[in-house]
């Protein structure tokens, strides 16, 4: 079965910066995107990156220039790239993908999430 593994996160002061990775394997599959999310406890996940099969990328409006998202989605690998952090990115971010997995003969929808990774910036 494919699943995503990350790595990175961790604690930094505010100003500092952070680099998450993620990693899909397993099974076979054909990804469209990959994504970043975040979660503050009690409230919605909301989106941090999206980078797509074909290199577009996109951000979520709090982003403002200090996140890059790169990676090769061919490849199902993905990276956030996390300067200037501040205490409200305090969160869990997840990486997340879309695409397709070959089932015996069939090919069918799937989306995957990783188990989270902790970022926490003190003031």
């Known amino acids: 079965q494919a699943r995503l593994v990350e790595s990175g996160g961790g604690s930094v002061q505010a100003g500092g910066s952070l680099t998450l990775s993620c990693a899909a394997s397993g099974g076979h599959f054909s990804l469209n995107a990959m994504r970043w999310y975040r979660q503050v406890t009690g409230k919605d996940r909301e989106m941090v990156a999206t980078?797509?099969?074909?290199?577009?990328?996109s951000y979520g409006p709090f982003v403002k220039g200090r996140f890059t998202v790169s990676g090769d989605i061919a490849k199902s690998t993905v990276t956030l790239q996390m300067n200037n952090l501040g205490p409200e990115d305090t969160a869990v971010y997840f990486c997340n993908a879309d695409g397709l997995s070959r089932q015996t003969t069939d090919w069918i929808p799937i989306t995957l999430w990783g188990p989270g990774s902790q970022v926490t910036v003190s003031p």
């Open positions: 980078l797509t099969i074909g290199g577009n990328s």
